[in-house]
């Protein structure tokens, strides 16, 4: 009886995707094709690849002398193809916030697929849920979500006609003490250029009361010149500790308009953060990526993920050339994951983008960051330049 009620699950999700007979015609496929052996290999390699060189000044109007920061970063990918039916990817990454960066290993694994809606990973996995794509200063969704920053797991996949499953160990910053293990569950349903993803993912230290849950979810809405994503994040962490226990509900919007040479990009986020009520003190990132530290019973696990709890951006963009756009950024950012903190800041000034060809593109900035809120509004206004080159391959 359990055997009939999954097989009636797994085909619900399905058809919502494909119909049923299509269905049965792809099971009917795993099951009598034997045409791509893994001894049949008509292997395939492709390279792919990015790398970023950027650079950015201080305070210009800062009395003490000019000092300037860079920041590295460069992956390079490689598909394997084996047939029809197996492949392979590795990635190898480097990363820094230096003139140089070491490259590493950055995670592989295999994959069987037998379908087009059917298929299973082995190896090192990466899940993340509710990215910040609009707002280009949260937009590494390995430190900043709205939903769930990037779990990194050694583990597997399954993937069904829109659902996806995975579990395993957890890996780099996303294990503990190596005894870490995390699953997560989406499922992305697509009507047309829209869709909507629902997730839900568990993680466990193996500890009496340290343990997460992260769920929420992804809709987007795409009507021809605007688009509309939101996104809706819970988080909570020390489930069964009610002493400790802190949750956080986080919701984005990210609204676009694009039509012919203008284009407006629009993100605002707000969370709502509980206390938790631990100890001792811990070091969170601020929104230039530079650490803090702050009292643990002032502060929430998801202060891992994002760096305040409200902010508000919006770029007009212009295409002055072919090649050339020009934009004007107004931001207004609370700088603190507390509430009750009053040293909000509004950031303007001037952003170029400039594609000369295919897969390059530089990025010329002036900002000014202006104090205005009621412990900062003494403070001197600021001004930084940045440079960004990117290149892909």
């Known amino acids: 009886m359990k055997k009939m009620t999954l097989s009636a699950i797994i085909l619900g999700f399905a058809i919502s995707e494909a119909n049923s007979s299509d269905i049965l015609s792809e099971i009917s496929s795993i099951k009598n094709s034997n045409d791509d052996t893994i001894s049949v290999s008509k292997m395939e390699i492709k390279i792919s690849g990015k790398a970023e060189l950027d650079a950015y000044t201080s305070d210009v109007y800062s009395s003490e002398d000019l000092q300037h920061e860079y920041y590295t970063t460069a992956d390079l990918n490689f598909d394997v193809t084996f047939n029809k039916k197996w492949s392979a990817f590795l990635a190898l990454e480097a990363d820094a916030a230096a003139e140089s ?14 379908t087009k ?11 993340n849920e509710g990215e910040f794509i ?6 590494d969704s390995g430190k900043f979500a709205a939903g769930m920053k990037g779990h990194d797991i ?5 993937t069904l006609a ?10 780099g910053s996303n294990d503990h003490e190596k005894g870490a293990y995390n699953a997560h569950l989406a499922y992305e349903l697509e009507y047309g250029d829209q869709y909507i993803r629902p997730y839900v993912d568990y993680k466990s230290y193996q ?43 986080v919701i984005l919007l990210e609204p676009i308009f694009e039509m012919g040479w203008l284009k407006i990009k629009t993100s605002a986020m707000y969370a709502y953060l509980s206390n938790g009520k631990g100890s001792g003190t811990e070091k969170v990132i601020d929104k230039y990526g530079e650490p803090y ?8 696990e998801v202060a891992s993920e994002i760096p305040e709890y409200f902010f508000a951006y919006v770029e007009p963009q212009i295409k002055l050339v072919k090649f050339i756009t020009a934009g004007i950024p107004v931001e207004y950012h609370t700088n603190s994951l507390d509430s009750g903190a009053k040293i909000s800041t509004v ?37 930084y330049f940045g440079l960004e080159s990117v290149f892909t391959f």
């Open 134 to 139: 609009a707002y280009y200063g949260y937009d």
């Open 117 to 127: 809606i059917f298929s299973v990973k082995l190896g090192d996995l990466t899940f």
């Open 207 to 249: 500890s009496k009361n340290h343990n997460e849950l992260h769920t929420g979810v992804e809709n987007n809405l795409n009507l021809g010149a605007f688009s509309l994503r939101t996104v809706y994040g819970f988080h909570a962490d020390y489930l069964n500790d009610e002493d400790t226990t802190s949750n956080a509900h």
């Open 162 to 171: 829109g659902l996806e499953l995975g579990i395993g160990f957890g890996r």
């Open 154 to 158: 050694r583990g597997m996949e399954f």
């Open 101 to 114: 960066a070491t490259v590493g290993y950055n995670g592989a694994w295999v994959k069987y697929q037998p």
């Open 347 to 383: 950031d303007t000034g001037l952003r170029l983008y400039i594609s000369p060809i295919k897969n390059l593109n530089v990025m010329t900035t002036g900002m000014f960051d202006i104090p205005v809120d009621e412990d900062n509004k003494t403070d001197d206004i600021s001004l």
């Open 293 to 300: 530290t702050v009292e643990q019973n002032e502060r929430n």
